[in-house]
Structure formats: C-alpha cells, structure tokens
C-alpha cells in the first residue's frame, strides 16, 4: 500500500484461520476476510480493508506450515508444477460491506530434497501460505506468474486500488 502511495493504518484482527468442514478454499478466503473486516474497530469516516491469502494445488488448501515437515510435505506437492494464490478481499464502510476474489497461477521449477532443506532452514516459509514468500529466496524457484503478482505476495494492491475508486464514485454520486 505504501509502496502504491494509498495511506493507511493497519490494525492487526485475531481471528483463528480454520477451514471449514467442507468449505471450498475461495470461500474460505472471502469468510476470513469479512471476518477480519468485522473484527476491526474504525471510526465512522473510516474503510476498513481485509483480506487473506491461500495457496491451493489438488484442490487442497495449503494454509501456513506447522512445522519443518508440513513445509516439507508442501513443497514437494508445489514442485515442479502449477498452483493457483486466491486473496480474498473485504471493504467495509460502516454497516456496508463489499469483497472479491483475486486469483493467481504460479508456476514452481522443480525442487530437489535438498532445495526444500535450505529452503526450510532459511526460516522463510514460515508463517506463509503453501509454506514460500515468493518475494524472497524462493523467487529462484518461480519459473512463472499468471495474474497478479502482487496477489501472490499477499495483497493484489491494483485490484484494491481499482475498487476504492469505483466506492470513492459511489459515495459521491447523486443519487437519481
């Protein structure tokens, strides 16, 4: 956001992230950042913006890793293929709320075992969905990205910009 000069002020909500039984992984992000919405407190002439980012191969929701092996146990199923990173996103403008979906394809070289392992003690895969910041060290592993990049990193900072200015029109047209 500061990079993209939009102010803000972050204030941190502490939800558990907890997929649902049953619950397909782009509901999953759009609950979590509702959630996240509602859990912050604002003032009245204030937007709230949440949002939460996961990383899905198979169909399955890799979420942050546990520990060593379930990072692990994540990058072998990222090798050598393509994922897909779903952000989804809240606005809420008082009793209004609003989200969306952004999707992004990324595409992972092939890691060895003993990528993985230097990956794993390089302590970057932690507290990241799918266990990688593609901004960091596994950048050299990243053979594509289809979509946003931005969204991979955690906040498609383009599509946020784009929807405050269609509710920046919304909030000053007349109404007919």
Known sequence: MAAARIECRIAPADIPE??????????????????????????????????????????????????????????????????????????????????????TLVRVAPLSEEDIRRYIESGEPFGKAGAYGIQGMFSRWVEGVEGCYFNVVGLPVGRVWRELEKLAASLTASPV
């Open 18 to 103: 907890v997929l649902g039984q049953g619950e397909g992984a782009e509901e999953y992000v759009s609950r979590l950042a509702r959630e996240k919405a509602g859990a912050v407190r604002a003032g009245e002439d204030e937007l709230v913006l949440a949002a939460d980012t996961t990383v899905v191969v198979d169909g399955l929701v890799l979420e942050k890793p546990r520990d060593d092996g379930d990072a692990a146990r994540m990058l072998r199923l990222l090798s050598g293929r393509t994922h897909v990173v779903l952000t989804g996103i809240c606005w809420r403008d008082g009793a209004r709320t609003s989200g969306a979906v952004e999707r």
